[in-house]
Every structure is written in structure tokens, then in C-alpha cells.
DNA sequence: ACCTGAACACCGTTCAAGT
DNA sequence: ACCTGAACACCGTTCAAGT
């Protein structure tokens, strides 16, 4: 198989886990060589610097985060017995996350930071919510009247969610409620 | 004067601008103890460590961000004449940022990232979302029947907007009067 | 109580040298 | 094309020492 593109997956992978487990300011270059069982030199052979490690590996997460979206959205596609208000209900609730500690959660934080400074990962991140408020529109475009909406509405409140959920006087479940109620509402 | 809070109000000043010009990654401590005028080893006296310093600068600016919000929320404050819609127009206008450049913008994000792993940061954060959820709320529940579901819709959208506005298919005007009319609804 | 400088291990990056 | 190790300036932290 090919060599080159072996050590560059486990190079990936390891960065994307210190990523995840200690944030931005944990990442080192040695610790990423180490812990792929290369020496520091040699990592900076496939990866020059620091910042261009990191592109590749944000770029990497959005593709697996697409990915996973993509089968989220798949699951709950409406069958036919499915009313549309129950594949709304299902929608909102996977958008509206529960947990604080998400698997995506803390490495869109980091992104959100460092996409400040970096040209390279703000077009990186601008390009994955422009997919991803395609694909949602698209999606619904069948089942509601306004779906350019309901995309425009969702997805900023997902993120901002995501943040400041225990910090609101509703619940997650009165919150998923209003946000059904509005949704409802568009269609008319 | 008091020259034991000169030199600390000075260092959380130097802090607080490197923080928002280079992000957290950029902020040294030989980096503040130089442009506060002191040595690194006085620095360290008056913060035990970075982690210290990072604290003491997010608990004053939330306390700044605070006294800020408070002085636009009362500059919008209805008049007799004006008229509650004018104001709720106002207000959420405010919310939505149109710059990504917004001067607190950067900061915030970059306490989103270190909050995941800093308990004491975690802990302001979440204290200052809920005084914002309360003033927010007792604000506007003179003019509104559902207060608690207004700020429950405008705070987490408010701050996912300033990470995903500009990948919206809908505009920032298109997307102000759809939660006008959200919010006037709630009214009935 | 407030301040100092030397020393430590660690970091990203550069570079000349190997295969 | 792929890999190595030494050396550089910088970093946070520790510590013994000053006033």
C-alpha cells in the first residue's frame, strides 16, 4: 500500500484525538510525533509547520462530521407512514444537543477560536455551514413551505445552544417545543 | 493610591488587549510582563500562574461586557411614545451582530475553547449568561406576555449567529424580521 | 509584602546531513 | 522522496535571594 498516505492517516488521526481530549493548547508537534510512533523531524517532513498540521486535520474533521450529519439526517428521512411533524420532532431534537460534552462539540469550539486567525480554517469553517445549510434545506425543501427558514433559524440556534443551553430559563424539552411551534408556523 | 491594585489593574489591561489582538495562544506571560513595565518573576508574584491570570482577565471582562450590555439595553429602553414593536426592533437588531469583527466577538470564543477546560472559567461563563438571561428577561417582560421564551430564543441565536451569520441563505435584515415576527407571536 | 534573576524542562522551527 | 539529530530562541514554572 501506499506508505506516504499511511503515516499521514495516523498523523491525522493522533492529532485529531489530543485535539478532542486536550484542546489547541495541548496539541504539541512532539506529542503528535510521538504518539504516532515517528520522530518530530519526520512529522514536519509531511506536515511543515504547526498551523498546516492543523488545517489538515480540521479539514478531516469536517469531512467526518459531514459524514456523520449526513447519516443523522438519512435515519430520520420521513417514510411514508412518517407525518412530517414527526420528522420535525426528530430534527430538532438531534440539533438541539443534550449533552455538553458532545464528541463534536469541543473541537468546533477550538475551530470557532482558531478560525479567527487563520484564514485558511475561517474558509474551511464558512464552506462547512454553507453544505450544511444546503443539504437541510434540501432536505425539508419537500415537506414545508419556507425551508430557507427553518435552515436560517435552526442552525445558528444548534450552535449558540450548545453554549448557552444550561444557562436559559427553559428546558431543553420546552425549547424543542417552541422551536417546533415556530417551525409549524412557517408553513402556513 | 493603592499600589498593589495599580499594578494588577494595569496587567489585566495588558492581558485583556493581547487576548483580544492574538487570541489565547498568543498571550505570554513574558508578553504581559513587558508591556505592563514589570519582570516576569513580578508578574508571576501578583498571578501565580497563567492559569490565574486568564481567570482574573475573563472575570473583568465580563464584568466591562456586563456594563456594556446594560448601557445599550437602557439607550433602547420605549419611551412613552415609542411603541413596543419599535423597541423589540431595536433590540434584536442589537443581538445580531453584523460585524465578525464585533470587539467582544473574539474574546468570547476564545472563552468558549478554554471554558471546556477550566472549571473556574466554566463557571463564570455560565454565571454571566444567566444574570444576561435575567436582565434580558426582566427587561422586556413589562411589554411581552412570554419573556422567558423570548430570551430562550434570542441569547443562544444571538451568539450562534456571530458563528454562522454569514453562511445563512437568508440575509441578516430577512433574518431580523423573521424573529420580530417570532417574537410578536409570542405575544398572542 | 513586593520584587529579582538564574535555572529547568518543554516548545516550534531551522538546517545540514543522511538513505 | 523520506527520514534524522543537533541547535536555536522562546515558553511556563520553580526557587533561592533580595528589599
Same mark, same amino acid.
Given at each position: 500500500m501506499n506508505k506516504r498516505k499511511d503515516i499521514v492517516k495516523v498523523i491525522i488521526e493522533q /492529532? *485529531?484525538?489530543? #485535539?478532542?481530549?486536550?484542546? *489547541? ?7 503528535? =510525533?510521538?504518539?504516532s510512533g515517528i /520522530?518530530?523531524?519526520n512529522l514536519?517532513y509531511h %506536515? ?8 489538515a /486535520? !480540521? &479539514?478531516h ?6 459524514? /456523520?450529519?449526513? &447519516? ?7 417514510? +411514508?407512514?412518517?407525518?412530517? $411533524?414527526?420528522? #420535525?420532532?426528530?430534527? !430538532? ?5 443534550? $449533552?455538553? $460534552? ?7 469550539? &477550538? ?7 487563520? @484564514?485558511?480554517? &475561517?474558509? *474551511?469553517?464558512?464552506? %462547512?455551514?454553507?453544505?450544511? =445549510? ?8 419537500? %415537506? ?8 436560517? #433559524?435552526?442552525?445558528?440556534? =444548534? +450552535?449558540?445552544? *450548545? ?9 431543553? @424539552? ?11 408556523? %412557517?408553513?402556513?
Open positions: /492529532t *485529531s484525538l489530543i #485535539l478532542k481530549d486536550e484542546g *489547541s493548547s495541548g496539541l504539541t508537534m512532539r506529542k503528535v =510525533a510521538t504518539n /520522530t518530530l523531524s514536519q %506536515f511543515a509547520d504547526r498551523t498546516k498540521l492543523l488545517q /486535520t !480540521v &479539514e474533521f469536517f469531512q467526518v462530521c459531514e459524514e /456523520t450529519i449526513l &447519516e443523522e439526517l438519512k435515519a430520520i428521512e420521513p417514510k +411514508d407512514q412518517d407525518s412530517t $411533524d414527526r420528522f #420535525l420532532k426528530k430534527l !430538532v431534537g438531534l440539533l438541539i444537543i443534550e $449533552d455538553i $460534552d458532545h464528541y463534536f462539540n469541543g473541537i468546533f469550539r &477550538e475551530i470557532w477560536a482558531l478560525s479567527l486567525r487563520n @484564514k485558511e480554517l &475561517e474558509d *474551511s469553517l464558512l464552506h %462547512f455551514y454553507k453544505n450544511f =445549510a444546503n443539504w437541510l434545506t434540501r432536505l425539508i425543501a419537500g %415537506f414545508t413551505k419556507h425551508p430557507d427558514k427553518i435552515t436560517s #433559524l435552526l442552525i445558528p440556534y =444548534a +450552535d449558540g445552544y *450548545s453554549i448557552t443551553g444550561r444557562a436559559l430559563p427553559l428546558s431543553r @424539552k420546552e425549547i424543542i417545543n417552541m422551536l417546533l411551534k415556530i417551525i409549524i408556523e %412557517f408553513k402556513n
